[in-house]
């Protein structure tokens, strides 16, 4: 069947109503007909903005990752808290849509978590980090926040006591008094793991400067 002349659909209600769908039902659940159904048209009226499933599965991923996650940022010595504000947004957004994780892992964009990177290397260089550290921070974050997020979204969610699911207190004591001790909700850990990196590649920076020229050391500031 041809597809219709003029487009039934717009393309930002069939990504909306696939996101729906995969929410709802599963993503195995998804397919061009089932999203055809699902807003009333056929099938064909879809190649109108999208040449296959798989595009409109990157548009998907897209949309999750991509909406409302850039805070405002403005350049300076606390620019670790970008990052973290970033990575926290990104988390919210995909753990709104964990059956879509699958779809993230394969189709998510690389530079979609930080903006531009030709921006991002701005912003760090006006806040005072050396450019040879910029690989090593956009990477880093990227890496760290992506693995981090998607494997807690195919997880069931847990609690402060069941970080660590299946625990058993008799054969793993000291593991069991650690969950104990632990104050951190998943959310807090999520946050404090990003917070931790970025600082760490201050202080071991920092470190390296004063190994080097300890006379003339000029420290990286990350408040």
């Known amino acids: 069947m041809a ?4 487009p039934l659909i717009s393309r930002a209600a069939a990504v909306a109503a696939s996101i ?50 850039l805070p405002r940022r403005k350049p300076g ?16 957004s995909i753990l709104k849509h964990r059956n879509a994780a699958p779809i ?21 260089e006006e806040s005072g980090v050396p450019a040879h550290l910029h690989v090593q921070i956009l990477d880093g974050m990227e890496r760290l926040t992506l693995g981090a997020v998607l494997t807690e979204a195919m997880r069931k969610p847990s609690t402060k006591s069941t970080i660590f699911p299946n625990v ?11 969950l ?6 998943s ?13 760490g590649v201050v202080r ?8 080097a020229a300890p006379s003339d050391n000029v420290k990286i500031s990350a408040n």
């Open 20 to 69: 729906e769908i995969i929410d709802s039902e599963g993503l195995d659940a998804f397919s061009l007909p089932r999203l055809a159904k699902h807003i009333g048209v056929r099938a064909p009226s879809l190649y109108h903005h999208f040449s296959d499933k798989s595009a409109i599965l990157a548009a998907v991923a897209r949309q999750i990752a991509g909406a409302g996650n």
């Open 180 to 185: 104990a001790a632990n104050e951190m909700t």
């Open 168 to 178: 058993d207190p008799e054969s793993q004591p000291l593991l069991s008094k650690a």
């Open 104 to 124: 993230l892992l394969q189709y998510l964009p690389r530079d979609l978590l930080i903006g531009t990177y030709e921006d991002t290397a701005r912003f760090l």
């Open 204 to 211: 071991n920076e920092n470190v390296a400067i004063t190994d």
């Open 187 to 199: 959310r807090q850990l999520f946050e404090e793991m990003i917070r931790s990196f970025l600082h």
């Open 3 to 6: 597809r219709p002349s003029k």
């Open 77 to 92: 010595p606390d620019w670790p808290e970008f990052f973290v504000t970033l990575s926290m947004n990104l988390r919210r």
